[in-house]
């Protein structure tokens, strides 16, 4: 017989001319038969092979061909079934008999492995000798193949005893009421896996060759890829039992272990199946594992995972940026919008928020400590308590600020800057903020702490730095007009008592909220300073007339004046209560040398511009005068003269003792006394009675009694016994600088604020009629809410009281015909 290993592809010949007609169908199969029986005992050295070849070519030539094909697959059924299964059955240990997993207790694993081993091992040998052997015989059979199979539609004799491979050997049930081979196939290769997710050392290709049968073999001799034995007996077993396993490795572990090493352990199976899958089993299986490891290890394990102590909590807090990239890791293997993580991440930042929100509020409600001695206060009781909010609201900014900078560090480091991440970060961020009623105010504090010392000595860089984080702050705000209220009043403070550190940065801080918000935020803002040049200019102009009188008065007042555009001002910033609400139209009762002044300046400013009108707002100026006091026996007799700096109405009260203020007569005055000689609002002249006469360091007056609280009964002299420890003397008026507001003041600025944000509603809601003409009642609130969400958030019920108030004023009219409520544009 020619020889069968190696061979090229066969060719059918036809036989040579001169055969015998006749073909005895027994005699030739016997001769088959024989040849057969030699092939699969492994003695076919001595076949011819065109013999054998021409037999069975007769045999089909004849029409013999079912007779042949039936004895062909007849043939193989006995041998596998008499010959084949005996000895890989015979073998068999009890304990691969049992295939519900029951064997674990009757045996080691070590016991397990050998016997499992040997049992793949005799399987693997009997699938390929009896791969090589049909082999030989389809070569021998190729012409029944070819004609007969192919005719009547039969699979190719390799084909069937493929399948009788199947039947005869792994469906086939071992004993009666045990399980078949197939079973314990499966069986067996599931515990050595087992083995190997255990630690143990497996036979890997030896697992890889019976995988090879299976994926070889169908679970019917139709031959579709779905009804693969690797598939239908194996696969769907392996990941259900892969399930149960991971499912209680997980719950095992949730107990167990920490949150970093459940972590590091999940992603270490998910590779161990992935390699699994290549070396072992099939690697069309490995998404299917991966799939199940991620369920079970991942994401029905992951909120219990992110809760555990030593889970995202205890990471954010303890920086365990590793483990948290870890966490991130996982949960993106199941879910690219990572929403466990995502809603962890989001009350983290909610809670610490809230506590720092609670703190702030906290700090600024306690009460101020408490004096060290009786003596008199340093500054009067109220002082300490503002001081201490401004604090809490700068603290309340940096602790924003270092949250924000805490949790950009996590999503840089642990999140590879996730978008979904980092959108959801910033909504929590922007809650955070918004939740806190006083965020606009603490942030534009923040901002005019740095403008007036915070900047000083900071490089370029520095003072970049400090600008950008009041812009993130500011992107944050959703009320933004109600910033722009408080940004207005703090900057008129700064500009108006000088107290900016760099007007180049302010106007640099101006330029960044116009390119954030728009030219209209920043108009007003940008009108502040170009009053304040021209006022420079307005001064400078004045004093060269002045100096064109003649001699010059050793006596006149120097003046400095800024004129503020009553409608770009926030006047109110000066005003200390709802007592001097109306403080411009009260008539201040001016010392003659300040008056002649006053009006020399109003006569010159109506000279050059003509219609308009000037009214002096004195709580808002400030004064340089020289004090003289009497002389003093520590300082040999001689008189002390001092320079003194305070507000207009503090100069307007010393001036009143000013006949004797060089001498050691006294005049004393009552608070009403005073009051009626400067006619100065009381809650303003309470506040600067107090820095005159209660501070230790400006006590330029005395006070009988001596007492925090300022009475209409109080009698106030000029201290001549007064030793200021330096030459210049500066008087500040308390509450005069930029603090938190109180209670009311914050009323009235919400008032305020709310009247301005009834004038930009209806500025919206007529440009969108205007444009539109005519739209529902829902469209027309839709469109005003997204007309103005980039100033603030508008309440329905405002947009729905202007546009009743439009309707009455008639810029709008109800379609009364429209099937939903409408409105039609009437101007």
Same mark, same amino acid.
């Given at each position: 017989m020619a020889s069968l290993a190696g061979r090229g592809r066969a060719k059918i010949r036809a036989p040579r001319r001169g055969l015998q007609a006749d073909v005895d169908f027994e005699t030739t199969w016997s001769t088959l038969e024989r040849a057969f029986n030699e092939i699969h005992t492994k003695n076919a050295s001595a076949l011819s092979f065109e013999e054998l070849y021409r037999n069975a070519y007769k045999i089909v030539l004849k029409k013999k061909g079912d007779e042949?094909?039936?004895?062909?697959?007849?043939?193989? =059924?006995?041998?596998?079934? =008499?010959?084949?299964?005996?000895?890989?059955? =015979?073998?068999?240990?009890?304990?691969?008999?049992? $295939?519900?997993?029951?064997?674990?207790?009757?045996?080691?694993?070590?016991e397990r492995r050998v016997a499992g081993e040997s049992f793949l091992r005799a399987l693997k040998q009997a699938w390929e000798e009896h791969q090589v052997c049909m082999g030989m015989l389809t070569d021998v &059979?190729?012409?029944?193949?070819?004609?007969?199979?192919?005719?009547?539609?039969?699979?190719?004799?390799?084909?069937?005893?493929?399948?009788?491979?199947?039947?005869?050997?792994?469906?086939?049930?071992?004993?009666?009421?045990?399980?078949?081979?197939?079973?314990?196939?499966?069986?067996?290769? &599931?515990? =050595?896996?087992?083995?190997?997710?255990?630690?143990?050392?497996?036979d890997k290709y030896l697992i890889k060759s019976n995988v090879y049968l299976l994926e070889g073999l169908y679970e019917t001799d139709n031959e579709v890829e779905e009804a693969k034995l690797y598939l239908r007996a194996f696969e769907e077993r392996f990941l259900n039992d892969s399930a149960v396993f991971y499912r209680e490795e997980g719950e095992r572990l949730l107990k167990e272990s920490d949150a970093g090493t459940y972590c590091k352990h999940a992603k270490r199976r998910i590779d161990e199946e992935i390699d699994r899958c290549r070396t072992t089993l099939s690697e069309t299986t490995s998404p299917r594992i991966q799939q199940v490891v991620e369920d079970e290890l991942i994401r029905h394990k992951m909120k219990g995972l992110i809760e555990m102590d030593s889970g995202v909590q205890y990471m954010v807090d303890n920086d365990k940026f590793n483990e948290l990239h870890l966490v991130y890791d996982l949960e993106a293997r199941v879910d690219p919008r990572k929403p466990e993580l995502t809603k962890a991440i989001q009350k983290i930042i909610a809670d610490m928020g809230g506590k720092i929100n609670n703190a702030a509020v906290a700090a600024a409600q306690a009460p101020p400590p408490a004096p060290a001695s009786n003596t008199a206060p340093a500054v009067p009781g109220g002082a300490k308590q503002i001081n201490q909010q401004t604090v809490a609201a700068l603290q309340w900014v940096e602790d924003i600020l270092e949250l924000k900078d805490r949790f950009d560090r996590i999503e840089r480091t642990s999140f590879n800057n996730d978008q979904a991440i980092s959108t959801a970060l910033t909504r929590s961020m922007g809650e955070n903020i918004n939740n806190f009623n006083r965020g606009s105010e603490y942030i534009s504090l923040f901002i005019d702490d740095n403008m007036k010392k915070g900047i000083k000595d900071k490089t370029d860089v520095e003072v970049e730095q400090i600008l950008e984080k009041a812009i993130i702050l500011l992107r944050y705000l959703q009320d933004k007009d109600m910033f722009e209220t408080y940004y207005k009043k703090h900057l008129c403070k700064r500009l108006l008592l000088n107290k900016s550190q760099s007007p180049e940065v302010e106007k640099q801080m101006i330029s960044r909220m116009k390119m954030e918000l728009g030219n209209s935020f920043t108009l007003k803002l940008e009108a502040m300073f170009k009053d304040m040049n021209l006022s420079v200019d307005l001064t400078n102009d004045y004093r060269k007339q002045v100096s064109k009188l003649g001699d010059v008065d050793r006596s006149r007042v120097d003046l400095n004046v800024n004129i503020l555009t009553s409608m770009t001002w926030p006047l109110e910033a000066f005003r200390g209560g709802s007592e001097e609400e109306n403080e411009s139209k009260a008539q201040i009762i001016y010392a003659p040398a300040l008056d002649r002044v006053r009006v020399g300046f109003e006569r010159f400013y109506t000279d050059k511009h003509s219609g308009r009108k000037l009214t002096w707002q004195s709580n808002m100026g400030t004064v340089d005068m020289r004090a003289i006091f009497p002389k003093s026996k520590r300082e040999n007799g001689a008189l002390r003269t001092h320079e003194v700096n305070c507000s207009t109405y503090a100069c307007l009260?010393?001036?009143?003792?000013?006949?004797?203020?060089?001498?050691?007569?006294?005049? $004393?005055?009552?608070?009403?006394?005073?009051?009626?000689? $400067?006619?100065?609002?009381?809650? %303003?002249? $309470?506040?600067? &009675?107090?820095?005159? %006469?209660?501070?230790?360091?400006?006590?330029?007056?005395?006070?009988e009694p001596m007492s925090r609280e300022v009475k209409p009964s109080d009698r106030f002299s000029f201290n001549s016994s007064f030793v200021p420890k330096a030459i210049k003397i500066t008087v500040n008026v308390v509450s005069a600088g930029n603090k938190v507001e109180g209670d009311s003041e914050r009323k009235e600025t919400e008032k305020r604020n709310n009247d301005s944000r009834a004038f930009a509603v209806e500025a919206a809601v007529v440009r969108i009629m205007k444009m539109r003409k005519t739209l529902s009642h829902a469209e027309l609130l839709n469109e005003t809410i997204g007309a103005l969400n980039s100033q603030f958030k508008p309440d329905v019920g405002m947009i729905k009281k202007r546009i009743e108030s439009l309707i009455e004023r008639e810029y709008l009219a109800r379609i009364e015909e429209a099937p939903v409520p409408s409105y039609r544009y009437l101007a």
């Open positions: 042949l094909y039936n004895k062909v697959v007849d043939f193989e =059924q006995t041998w596998l079934g =008499q010959t084949v299964r005996p000895r890989i059955v =015979q073998p068999l240990p009890p304990s691969l008999l049992l $295939t519900d997993g029951s064997s674990k207790t009757l045996a080691t694993a070590s &059979l190729m012409y029944m193949d070819r004609v007969y199979c192919t005719d009547h539609r039969k699979p190719s004799i390799y084909a069937k005893s493929m399948g009788l491979f199947r039947d005869q050997i792994l469906q086939y049930p071992v004993r009666p009421n045990l399980p078949s081979l197939l079973d314990i196939l499966t069986s067996t290769i &599931l515990d =050595q896996i087992q083995m190997d997710r255990d630690g143990d050392s497996i009260i010393l001036l009143l003792f000013n006949d004797n203020a060089s001498t050691d007569s006294s005049t $004393t005055l009552t608070l009403e006394e005073i009051q009626a000689a $400067t006619n100065i609002p009381m809650s %303003a002249l $309470t506040r600067n &009675l107090q820095s005159l %006469a209660v501070a230790p360091k400006t006590r330029l007056l005395t006070k």
